[in-house]
């Protein structure tokens, strides 16, 4: 799926959110009934029931299976890592990526664990996006190539989508993206990202601070938000998050920049991510208050900072356990077990 070209860069891409799919409402019926008779206390699994449900009415079919689930990664660069906004330098970046294709990095493990396939995507990281501080991010034209290249990123075939991204300084993005989107100041959203020190801490504060200054008259539309202040990996997650909906897929998020680029769906329209979970909330201390801000409660709390989808793939796992559960329980009859009264 991608968007086509108009005179308006971005009008394809807010016609789509005039078409999304719904939830199906005929196959929650047939979970719950599914799960009323199986042999169990009703209830008694908790959340993990809700997880079949959600999976169910998504991918609109009973039972959930979850066959061919996909760990996204999209790495890119920024141009305000120049600023010192990071304990890492931009090259590792470019590192971190062979790290992924040789099978050593954290995601590549947990991928393993739990039978998840893995892709990660060379958003140009030669080409640092502009710096938020004193330029905008991307183009109009950049931001929708890149939405429109996050549509295309899952069109190998998933029936599990968990976002996971790579970026030195991202969390200086994300921190900006959330404030235009939600108010607030950069001490109300940076938090230490890769580890930097007090110093590192206040020069990402005064960055944010100067970049919502410098595009402040220019904030009023999330999409432009996106392409002021984002960047390539936060434009290609939106597209594969709008994608993953035309497509009846659910879509675990991972962690406080993988939320940033949810937030700006959820400015467009609150139900456009209805086929989202949140995966963990972050040791980045903000990333609560963006849940908050969403009504969201995420499904782990694991003290987990690191991205590349790390936290998506652990609850991936646990989302799996919740389908077979659904699907592979017997009934009250099928066991012959007496029906409590």
Not at 5 to 29: C, N, Q, V, Y
Not at 107 to 117: E, K, M, P, T
Not at 126 to 142: C, K, N, R
Not at 177 to 186: D, E, I, R
């Amino acid at each position: 799926m991608t968007a086509s070209a108009t005179g308006l860069p971005f009008d394809d891409i807010l016609s789509l959110l005039k078409t999304m799919p719904t939830a199906d409402e005929d196959t929650r019926a047939k979970i719950r009934d599914r799960e009323a008779q199986l042999t169990k206390p009703a209830g008694s699994l908790g959340r993990l029931e809700e997880l079949a449900e959600w999976v169910a009415v998504w991918q609109r079919q009973s039972p959930p299976q979850i066959l061919r689930p996909l760990v996204a990664v999209f790495a890119a660069n920024h141009g305000v890592a120049s600023k010192g906004v990071s304990a890492f330098p931009s090259s590792l970046n470019h590192q971190m990526v062979a790290n992924f294709a040789a099978g050593g990095a954290a995601i590549n493990q947990i991928c393993i664990a739990n039978d998840l396939g893995l892709k990660v995507f060379d958003l140009a990281l030669d080409y640092p996006s502009g710096d938020i501080s004193v330029e905008a991010a991307l183009t109009e034209q950049e931001c929708v190539a890149t939405i429109a290249f996050g549509m295309e990123a899952i069109a190998g075939g998933t029936d599990l989508l968990c976002l996971g991204e790579m970026g030195i300084g991202n969390t200086t993005i994300s921190a900006a993206l959330f404030a235009a989107l939600f108010g607030g100041t950069g001490a109300d959203w940076v938090g230490r990202g890769s580890g930097v020190d007090d110093a590192g801490l206040q020069r990402k504060i005064d960055v944010v601070d100067q970049a919502l200054e410098t595009h402040k008259d220019h904030l009023g539309k999330p999409l432009e938000v996106l392409r002021r202040l984002g960047g390539r990996e936060f434009a290609a997650m939106v597209g594969a998050v709008l994608a993953a909906r035309q497509q009846n897929i659910p879509v675990i998020v991972d962690g406080f920049n993988t939320t940033a680029a949810v937030a700006v769906l959820y400015k467009l329209d609150p139900s456009s991510i209805d086929h989202c979970i949140f995966s963990h909330c972050s040791a980045e201390g903000a990333h609560k208050n963006a849940l908050d801000k969403m009504g969201k409660t995420a499904l782990l709390d694991l003290g987990m900072r690191l991205g590349e989808g790390t936290g998506a793939a652990i609850a991936a796992g646990i989302v799996k356990a919740a389908c077979k559960l659904h699907e592979g329980m017997a009934t009250f009859e099928q066991a012959g077990v007496d029906l409590p009264e």
